[in-house]
């Protein structure tokens, strides 16, 4: 599928930029300062995208939802996760209720 194709050649050239030098490349300089950089990043972009969509203005919702999508991949990317085990996992929920998937995940004490 095309859809896809741009996800894995973006996890692809964020691949790629881990290994480059952090004074030219924003994804390693990124990686460069941990985890809770990219989080805070992630953070960020969510909350941006939230912000435009209570604006309503669809090119900005489309622009943050972008940086959000991005900033996740290289979340992911840092904890060695694919983009394929990603859309499995979306695959696998396909035609569930959200209500029954978010029941099936609960955990409780077993006691």
């Known amino acids: 599928m095309a859809d896809e194709e741009i996800l894995r050649r973006l996890e692809a050239a964020i691949a790629a930029r881990l290994?480059?030098?952090?004074?030219?490349?924003?994804?390693?300089s990124l990686n460069a300062r941990g985890l809770d950089a990219i989080l805070k990043k992630v953070?960020?972009?969510a909350t941006e995208a939230v912000i435009a969509s209570k604006g309503g203005a669809r090119e900005q919702i489309v622009h943050?939802?972008?940086?959000?999508?991005?900033h996740c991949l290289v979340m992911l990317?840092?904890?060695?996760?694919?983009?394929?085990?990603?859309l499995a996992e979306?695959?696998?929920?396909?035609?569930r209720s959200g209500h029954d998937e978010k029941a099936s995940r609960k955990k409780g004490p077993t006691t």
């Open 19 to 28: 290994a480059a030098d952090p004074g030219s490349s924003y994804v390693a």
């Open 77 to 86: 990317g840092w904890h060695g996760i694919g983009v394929a085990e990603v």
């Open 64 to 70: 943050e939802t972008a940086d959000l999508w991005f």
């Open 90 to 95: 979306l695959e696998r929920r396909e035609g």
């Open 43 to 45: 953070g960020e972009e």
